[in-house]
């Protein structure tokens, strides 16, 4: 088409095209030099139009590495035709991206080469998205090293090259020891913290040729390629071992000292394929969990026994219920009102005839899996309410029993069959039978469990639900299941008078389970401060080793013959008694306050710790707290700042050097502490201010948080 015979609306529609394209669009000359960029080649490069029309695209070139590419561009052009590809440019800020370009030359209407005409299209977006998805299903999100499937990958790359060059190839598992327990008591934020902590360090022990991957939660796998000297396998293990036992300081202050459990397996010693070296690699993990942690096992094929064993195992256990080698244990649950044995929950033993006492936490787990846990707790069952059945006979006060149901037992739908024909035969009322569940037993299939919960209630059957807090699901969602009592996991209770998370946890626990209508039950209570702590905050009843072990039938008879209880030590006055706390590690110093304030008239508690200091609050209550800064363990501004959590109501005074001004004015501005005395102390001034001190406390004054 002739220039003259294109419509003038054609020439506007054309430059609309190019001005408003999403692509880059750039017109050269036949020398190409650069007459017409679009405002997305503007964009793309960072380069104005002003900048770039008179120059020649070279602008953009990166490096050398494309220049063997010029000349095939440039003959392709000349020829005629149409040149497309991709190149490594350089926006004008320097970066270097990718773009994929379509050079078409121009002729004009004498059919000469008049000009070039240049769309390009910038991949780096969709590569980074590609990067991106790569990355996610080959790396692990939380600790950015590879995961399972990329140390997959990467092993059976390593068999093969091994195997060419005549190399061994080792097989490290980790396995953190006791992270459950961490997990459980510092919460998963601060877990995860402390497993992306450790990965950077174990990223800081490996070489550059070894690979380290994490397998599962606390599970990371290493591969050593090439192990020789055999040194150097020793060394990165004990280096593994150093780096992990280093105390680690998280968020809340706190610091956490970790070991690791270690097996190893080598290729092709311990096996040929990945499958076979990976799981050789975590029986000898296993070994050296089972042998107390903290160490490393080498795999020896005798770790296979530990397998066979299982088998034997199982067909012992197939049998116990026949051979009469189950017993029940009874540990009291004891009302934290009047401080009696309100019932008992009925826990069960193997009584192995070669290998002793076996507990249940040794072989439930393997019923479940296995099936043989119905016939068993068909006999728990029974067996408990029988044993209810004689202590009555025997003229002993009656009482509830709680019976432990596995998830598989509890969705069996001959259960509610099962228990009435046993509360028949035994003549027990269902209302003193309380089965326990867990969280994930009833959240496995939440509309069948509230059928077969609806059945058991139709007998009477008290519900309750076990290890509570150690699930996921919420109290409120609980609501929906006809639960009766609530047993908080001893998880929570083991550091409740030291840890305000768990704390807060229990007393919402608490409140919100009162709100629902349904009652609470600590468990797992060792000490008079963990029980003072949930009496005052109204928790119903508690089990533990503080009142008792769970016992065998007969001592728990005697309990109840002599009608063990609680005692409660309520000391009336001091509920009033204006109470003051003093915590100092420095004996001389707290022998001296405690003087000072004794002539005051107080009642003067005093404690060498942070963790002294809590026990005592936990049992006592107090009004005033001075306590000096600087103590090994835990500072006094940490010291406050828990019981700032955990006894919002006391007045807080800290007791520190000149140097600890710029801190401790921190906590006073965070709430945590009300005032500060310096060392040496003005004992007058002192006096006035401890005085002022209770009066605050004493219109129970809440300080600015
Ligand atoms: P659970 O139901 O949470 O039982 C409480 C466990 O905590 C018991 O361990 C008990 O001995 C222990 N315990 C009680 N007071 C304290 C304390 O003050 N401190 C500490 N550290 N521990 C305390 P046990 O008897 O070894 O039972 C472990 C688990 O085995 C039970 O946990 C329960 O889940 C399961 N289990 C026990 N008996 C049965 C049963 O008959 N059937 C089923 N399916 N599971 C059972
Ligand atoms: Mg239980
Ligand atoms: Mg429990």
Redesign the pocket.
Known sequence: MKEETIPREMFRLFYLAAEQNCLPIMITDRNGCIEYVNPAQEKSSGYTASELIGTKPRVFQSDQSQLPMYPEIWQTLMAGELWEGELLNLRKDGEPYTESLAISPLLAETGQLSHFFVIQQDLSACRNTARRLESLSTFDPLTGLPNRAYLLASLAESIRDAAVLNHELTVVHLDLDRFKSLNDSLGYAVADQVLVGIADRLRGVVRRDDALARLTGDEFVLLLRNTVPDSHLEDTLKRIQATIAEPLMVVSGDEVSLTVSIGVAVYPRDGYDSDTLLRAANLAMVAAKKNGGDNVYYYVPEMQEGMASRFDLASHLRRVVERGELV??Y?PQVSLISGEIVGA?????WQHPEKGMI???QF?PF??ETGL?LP??DW?VRAACQQMHDWRIAGLPPLKIA????AR?FYLATLPDTVASVLAETGIEGSSLEL?L?ESAMMHDVVGAVRIMDRLKGLGVRLSL??FGTGFSSLAYLSRFSIDLI?I??SF??DVTINPVNASIVTATIAMAHKLGKNIIA????TEAQMAFLRRHDCDEM????FS??LPAEDFATLLRERKRLVFEEKEGVEVTRTLLLVDDDIPVLSALKRLFYREGYRVLTATSAREALELLALNRVQVIISDQRMPGMTGIELLFRVKDLYPDTVRIVLSGYAEIETVTDAINRGAAWKYFTKPWDEDKMRDEVCRAFRLAGASITLPS
């Not at 468990?523 to 060792?526: A, F, L, N, R």
């Open positions: 029940l244990y540990q929950e009925a826990l069960i033993r507990m249940p936490g439930i019923a479940e846990i068993i707790s728990v019976v432990n149901l596995s037992h326990e867990t076990d290890d047993k996991d001893q209770i083991s468990e797992g209570v060792e089990q533990g080793y503080l072990k769970p």
